[in-house]
């Protein structure tokens, strides 16, 4: 396998240059997995957190012209370090999230029915306001399905646009239901 510079890497980022973004993963995503399964996290989580951080340098690349003063890995890998302890203090106030193959809902053993039911309603009402897609894709996600099959089910071409969709359909639903009001209001009494 080739190797390529920082400059390098930061062009083929600019340029959307397959090559060196399927380099990225190779030489990158292992030791992201390593750290976030070190630390309360599991594959999934990595693949999340490494798409995350990608999108991120990809805009800043795009917007602020990136001149880094480290390797793109030592880059990378605080980028990555930084949105899993962002995610960590975060989850704290999130939803515990489950979705059966059929339908969508939370479930927390420790709420009463009740609590479950506004939990439930909450999700269910963000949820059925995805696209078509998300929905699709998210149902696959959540019943194990691999990003692979996920591909293949979707139609898509490639596994880094797989990742991607289904990244951005998770944050919508997460982001949905952070801004709910009703979230807002009840966020102890629910979560």
């Given amino acids: 396998m080739p190797t390529y510079s920082t400059e390098k890497i930061i062009e083929g980022l600019r340029n959307q240059d397959d090559n060196i973004i399927r380099y990225i993963y190779k030489t990158n995503y292992p030791v992201i997995e ?24 990809f805009k800043k690349i795009k917007n602020e012209g990136l001149v880094l003063t480290c390797s793109f890995s030592s880059f ?4 990555c370090e930084h949105q899993w302890h962002k995610i960590l203090r975060k989850r704290k106030n999130l939803p515990i999230i489950y979705v059966s193959s059929l339908d969508g809902y939370i479930y927390n053993p420790g709420l009463n029915e009740k609590t479950e039911r506004k939990k439930l309603k909450l999700f269910e009402y963000h ?5 078509k897609d998300c929905k699709k894709i998210l149902k696959l996600h959540f019943s194990g399905f691999s990003i692979a099959e996920i591909m293949k089910k979707m139609g898509y071409t490639s596994k880094e646009h797989t990742m991607d969709r289904k990244y951005r359909c998770k944050k919508s639903l997460f982001n949905r239901i952070e801004n709910d009001q009703t979230f807002k209001e009840t966020q102890d009494e629910l979560f």
């Fill in 34 to 57: 390593h750290h976030v399964k070190k630390n309360r996290g599991k594959k999934e989580d990595a693949k999340d957190i490494f798409q995350e951080a990608l999108i991120i340098i």
């Fill in 76 to 79: 990378l890998y605080s980028v």
């Fill in 127 to 131: 949820f059925n306001r995805l696209s």
